[in-house]
């Protein structure tokens, strides 16, 4: 059965304006998509701290995790911002480069974040003496229910929308057209974010080489994402690229090719660490 998309207000309380001191100052708004934002902070604050208390990997303490989330933070909002900037419209703000500042105008890349997130995991593991691999392994399985939130608030603005589908459980954005399409949020908030944290979680729960989870999140989830852009509907400002895929096809391919590397290395890596028949003898 066709259904259309609600309509939610992406607004999720307003206020003001006020006038003070002769001064007009807002109206001021609290939108679903920032609520979504703390709700994937809170998260990964949870998350965390169980970990650390079930000692999942050894040196963590509950206040490494408060501090991670504070490095976290910076490189999810500076990386995805930048990333989007770059990755997708370049040209557009080095025409109007004040508006790379206008973040409530929209505008994150995951793929961007990402990378902020690297950045910053390191300046973190530098500071408390912990191996950067280390970081990330521990931070890889907190993720994935973040980008669940994330998708809902997508969901929620009704954008990132799929592409037209015949299928039965199509929904009509009416805000795009008439056309039943694929809710391709919907579908990334299940494999991107639940289906991702089940397998990374439960991975993650017995002793792993150093840096297997971070491989085991990049391939799960840059084929997540791979999968799910074949039901997205492409910028329309970049449309289809080279072999008729799409830019988030493209950034997730080389995140598929270096987690199967990282994995490889990570299991090798153990694999000479342990010692042999002939040394035990010794």
Request: proline share 6%; net charge positive.
């Amino acid at each position: 059965m066709i259904v259309t998309h609600p309509g939610f207000d992406p607004v999720a309380l307003a206020f003001g304006p006020f006038t003070i001191a002769g001064m007009t100052l807002g109206p001021f708004a609290i939108r679903w998509y920032g609520i979504m934002y703390i709700v994937a902070f809170v998260l990964v604050i949870v998350l965390g701290k169980k970990r650390a208390r079930e000692n999942m990997l050894t040196g963590w303490r509950a206040v490494d995790v408060d501090d991670m989330l504070y490095f976290g933070v910076f490189g999810v909002i500076l990386g995805g911002r930048l990333g989007y900037v770059l990755f997708y419209k370049p040209m557009y703000y080095l025409a109007h480069p004040l508006e790379i500042f206008a973040v409530w105008q929209g505008g994150m890349s995951f793929h961007g974040g990402f990378i902020g997130v690297l950045v910053a995991m390191w300046f973190f593991a530098r500071g408390r003496r912990k191996r950067w691999l280390d970081v990330m392994d521990f931070v890889a399985p907190l993720c994935p229910l973040g980008l669940a939130a994330g998708r809902i608030g997508n969901f929620i603005n009704a954008e990132l929308w799929g592409r037209p589908t015949n299928g039965s459980w199509g929904m009509v954005f009416p805000n795009v057209d008439n056309l039943p399409r694929h809710p391709s949020e919907l579908y990334e908030f299940a494999l991107e974010g639940i289906v991702l944290f089940i397998l990374l979680w439960t991975f993650s729960k017995r002793p792993r080489p150093m840096g297997a989870v971070s491989g085991l999140f990049l391939v799960g989830y840059g084929v997540a994402r791979f999968i799910c852009e074949y039901a997205r509907e492409p910028d329309d400002f970049l449309g289809y690229l080279a072999l008729g895929l799409t830019m988030g096809q493209w950034l997730s391919l080389p995140m598929i090719v270096a987690g199967v590397i990282m994995m490889a290395w990570a299991y090798r890596r153990a694999g000479r660490a342990q010692p042999t028949l002939l040394d035990r003898l010794k």
